[in-house]
C-alpha cells in the first residue's frame, strides 16, 4: 500500500504503474498479513444501492456487494484464469460438452444445499434473467449425480468459464429465490463469504460473516476474517472524507481525485491508487468524413498531450493510455505498451503530417459531444486546446450523461468523449469495441484483419497466447485509431490506518472476505 | 348563529366544499400526472442505457432488460397503463430494482417528514421570538442585528450552513456524528442525534425567511387600530404584542410556514445528500439521475399530495386563527 | 371657594412626527381644559390636529410622533402620557373610542373577550364574573341578548354595533375622561345621533368628561358646552360654544360656520373655506397658520405668530386682526 501512496505523487505515471504492477498477482494469492479474526469495517460507498438481484443489469456497485454475498462456479481473477469456485473442478469430453464436479458440504445460508439441482434451478434463472442472451448456445444443463454436471451447448462455447464466473451466473438459494418472489433483490441468499443482515437502499448494507464458508486464504484459515461489513451510504464526497477522518467510517470507496492529496496528507488515512481497466477517450465515427480517413483519426491522435490531461484534469492519478490494454490488465505488454506508438507526450508534426496525408493540411472544424461531470468536462476542454494546436478546431457540445449515451448508440456524433470501466477479460473488450458490428462499437469500425485477430485470441489455449495475441491486435489498432485512447483512470480509495488485507486491483470490486482489522 | 337550521346547513355547506376539494385534487392529481410523465420522457437519456453506463452494453441484454421495464411499449401505451395503475393505488414498480414504488416511497417519507417538521420547529422556536422581539424594537440595533442575521440564513447556502456545522460539532468537538441516518424506531437517541445537524441547518435556512415574516407582520399589525384599542384599555405591552398583535400576525405567518413546509419535501435534496439522509429528495435525484420513470413520477406524485395536504393543513389554520375564514368557508 | 381640579388640563402641548431633529410640528402651543363631567369638542378641518392631540393626551401617539413639550395634568395631577406609568391611567381614568369601528375591535377574539380583556386589565374579577360584567356592559350599550353576543366575533357585528362595543369597553371603569374621535364619522346619519346619545347619557351616568373630536358644528352645538378651533396643528379660538358658535370672532371659525352640515342629511364635511389645508405650515413655523388661505390676512400675518388673547367674555382666539390697532376697525 505505502508503495501506491508514493505512486500517487509520481510525476512519472508510467514508471510508478511499472512498480505497482508487479506485486499484485502474489497479493492476491497470498494475502501477506496474518489475519485478526473479527470486528467490523464500515466502508462509505458514494450512491445508493439499487438492487442485488444478480440476474438483472445492476449497477457496479450492487455488483460489488453481490460479489461479497454469492458465489459463482467458477472464480476468476484479475488474472483473467479460470478457477475453481463452487464447481471444483470441470472437464470437456467433447466440443459441445461440458461437465462439472460440485463442491460437496456447501450449503446457502439459509440452509438450503447446494447441489447439482439447485444449479440447474440456477441455470434456468439465469437465462430467464437479463443476461440469459450470453448463454444462448447452452441446449441443456443435466444433473448427472447429486454433485455433478453436464451441459451441452449447441455450438463450441470457448467463453463459458469466462461468462460463468460473470455476477449474472450467481448461485442462489432455490428455496430463498421461491420465498422471496420480486422481493428477492432485496434479500439475495446465496453461498458466498457474507450473508445480509439488513438491507435500506438508499441508506445501508449490512453483511454477517458467513460461517461455513468454503473458502481459505493461503495459511489454511477460514475466511472472511470480519464479523460484519457495513456499506453506508454517503452521498455527498465532502462529509463522506470527513466521517473517514472522524473515524465513523473505516473505508471511502469511491475517492475523488482532487481531494486525494489532502487525504494522503492525514497520518491516519491510507489512500491507495491503481490504474483501473477503464479508459477516458474519444470515440471517432469511422464511417463518415472526416474520420473515415485514418488519417485524421491519427491526427487527433497524435495531437493529445495525454500527460497534461493527467497532471492538469486528474490531479495526477491517471495514466496516459498507450493503447487499450491498461496497466491493470494481465495482458499488457510492460515492455513496450501499445507498442509504443502512443507518447504520453504530443507530437504535433506527426499530427500536422497526418492532417497533410489526409489532405486536410489546414484542420478542419469537427464537434465533440461530452458529458457534463465536471472532470469530463475539464478533459474536453483540454482536448479542445490541444487540438487547436494543430489546426482542428472544436466546438464542444457538453450534454447530461442520458443525452450522450443517446448520441453514442444511435451513433449520431462525429467525436465523443466518454469513460467507461472496463472489463478484466480482454476478450469482452476487443469483441465488444473493435470487432466489425461489436456491441460498442458505435464508430462503425471494421478493419477484417483486426476481426481474425481477435476470434484467434478467443480461441488460443494459454493466457500467454492470449495476451500475445491481443498485444498484436493492440498495435494494429493503435495505428488505425478508432478510438482516442486518453487516459486511464486510477480506483481512488482511502481507508483508515489498522485495515489491513485490502488489494486495489483497479477493477472496482472490493473484496471484503479479504479484509481484516488489525 | 347557533340555531339548529343553521348548524345543518353549515354542516352541508361544509360537506359540500369538501367534494370540492377532493375533486380539485383529483384534478390537480391527474394533471401533476401528465406533466410529470411527459417531462421526463422529453428529456434525453434512456434509462436502460444509464444504469451501468457502458459497463454491459450487450444488445440483447439490452432488449431483455427494456422489456422486462415495459419500455417497449408505444408511449401512450405507457402512459395509459401507469394512469390506470395510479388510479387503483398502484405506482409500479423501480426500473432499475424491480421494487414498488410505494415500499420505496413509505421508506423515504419518514425521514423527510421528521427532518421537515424538526426543521420547522427550529424555524419557529427562532423565528417568533426573534420577529417579535425585532418589530418591537424596529430600527433598533437589536432589530438591525435579527435582520442581519435573518438575512444571512436566507442567503448562506444550505451546504456552507451544512458543513459549518459538521466542521463545528462533528469534526472539532465529536459531539454529532458526521453524516448517516437511524430511524427513530431502531434507535431514537441515535435518530435525534443524526438528525439534529440537517434540521438546524434547514431550521436556520428556514428561521430566516420565517425571522423576517414575523417582524414584517407583527410591525404591521402593531400599526393596527385594535391595537390601539387595546393600549386604550390599558392592557399591559407584552400583553398588547403576543395576545393582539402577534395572534393576528399569525395569519400570514402560516401562509409562509406552509410554502417553507413545502420547500422542505423537495427542497431538502442537498441537505438530505450531505448527511446521507434517504428521504424523498435523494429518493427523487437520484432516480431522476437514473431515469427511473415510475418512481420520479410517483415520488412526485407523492409530493404534490403531500402539498395539496399542507395547503389543507394551513387553510384549517386559517381557519382555526381566523373567524372570518370560518364564517367564510360556510357562507 | 375653590374649583375643583379640570379633569384634563392641557398646558403647552406641541406634538412633532418624523424623525427627531428633522420632524415637523403638527400640534404647536395647544392648551384647554376640561372641568370634571365638562363637554369639550374640538373641531377643525381635516389635518388640523385634532387627533394628534388627543392622542397625545392618552398617550396613544402613534409610531413616528412624539410630544416634544406641554404638560398633561388629570384631575389635578400631572402626568407623563409617554411614559411607562400610563398603562394603569389608560382604560381606567382616561378611556379613548376612536373613529373607525370597523378595525378597533381585534378581529381574531371574540366580543365578550375583549370585553373581559378591559375589564381585568384593571381589576382583579374572576374571568367568569368578567363576563356577567361585559354582558351587563353590553346590555348597557343598547345590544340586544347581550349575553350570547359576548361569544360573537367582530366581524358579525355592524359599525353601530361595534361602536356600542368600544363605548362599552371605553366606560367600563368609569374613567374621569372620555375622549371620543370622531365617534360617527364612519357610521350611517341615523346611527350617528344613537351613538352620540348613547355616549351623552352614559357620559352624564357615570360623571365622565367628555373630549368630543369631530368636524360637524351641528355636533358640537348638540353635544358640548365648550369648543377648541384648530387649524394647522394650532388653536385658533376657544371658548363655550354658544359664544364662539353665536359670535365667532376669528376669521377661520366664521369659514367653518358658512356650512353647517345638517345633522339629518348624509352628507360629508363641506369644505366652506377656498383652498386646501394641505399646504398648512408647520405648527411652529412663524405666522399665523391660516395666512394662506384667509381672505382678510394681512403682511404680518405670514411672519409674525398672532398672539392668544381674549376675544370677549370666557372666549379666547388668535388674530392679528383682534388686537386693538391704532388704527382701529378689527374684528371685535
Ligand atoms: N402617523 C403619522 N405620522 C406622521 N404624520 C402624521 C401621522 N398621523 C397624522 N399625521 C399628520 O399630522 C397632522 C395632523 O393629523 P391629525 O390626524 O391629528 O389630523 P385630524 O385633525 O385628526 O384630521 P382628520 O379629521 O382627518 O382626522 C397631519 O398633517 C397629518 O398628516
Ligand atoms: S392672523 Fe391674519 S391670517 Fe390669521 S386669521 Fe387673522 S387675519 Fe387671517
Ligand atoms: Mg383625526
Redesign the pocket.
Known sequence: MTRLDRRLFLKSATAGVAVAGSGWLAALRHPAHAATRGGTLVIGVPESFSSLDPFRRIGRLDYNAVINLLDTLVTYGPDAIPAPGLAESWERPDELTWRFRLREGVSFSDGTPFDAEAVVFCFGKIREGNFGGQFARITSVVATASHALEVRTSERFPTLLVELAQQYASMVSPAAVAAAGDGFGRMPVGSGPFRIESFDPGRELVMVRNEGWWRRDAEGVAMPYLDRVVWRVLPDAETAALSLSTGEIDFLYALPAPMAPMMAASPDITVSAAPTFGWEYLFFHCGQPPFDNVHARRAVQFAIDRQAIVDAVSFGTGTPASGPITPASWAFNRANPGGGLIAPRANPAAAKAELAAAGLADGFEMTMIHPTFPHLTAMAQAVQAQLAEVGIRVTLDGKEIGGVLDHLFASNFTCLLIDWGGRIDEALVFNSFFRTGGGNNFGKFNDAEIDALIDAAAAAATVEERARIYQEAELKLVAASPLAWISIPSELRALRKGISGFVNHGDYRLRAWQISRG | MGSGASRQERGQALARAAARRLFDLAVVMVGVATVVFLLLRAVPGDPVLILGGLDTLDRDVIARARAEMGLDRSLVEQYLIWLGNMVSGDLGRSLRSGVPVTDLILRAMPPTFQLGIMALVIGMVISVPLGVAAARRAGSPADLGITVFAILGISTPPFVIALGLVYLFAVEFRLLPVAGYVAFADDPAGNLRAMAMPALTLGLVTGGVLVRMMRRSVIDELGEDYVRTARAKGVGETAVVYRHAVRNAAIPYVTILGLEAGVMLSGAVITETIFAIPGLGRLMIDNINARDYPVVQGTVLVVALVYVLINAGVDGMYRLLDPRVRAGAAR | MTAPAPALSVEGLRVA??PPGRGRA??GDVAFAIPPGGRLAIV??????????A?AVAGLL????RQTAGQIALGGRIVDPAGPGMARIRGREIAMIF?DPMSALNPVMTVGAQLVEAIRAHSAMSPRAARARAAEMLAAVQIPRPAERLDAWPHEFSGGMRQRVMIAMALTHRPKLLIA??PTTALDVTTQLQILRLIDGLCREEGSALML?T?DLGIVEGFCDSVVV?YG?RMMEAGPVAAVLGRPRHPYTRGLMATIPPLDRDVDWLDPIPGEPVA?PAADAPGCPFAPRCGLAEARCRTVTPAWRPAGSKVAASCHLLAPSPAGGGLS
Open positions: 412626527v418624523g403638527v400640534v377643525g378641518e381635516s389635518g388640523s390636529g385634532k387627533s394628534m392631540t392622542l402613534p409610531r413616528g410622533a373613529q374621535d370622531e373630536i368636524h384648530l396643528g398648512t
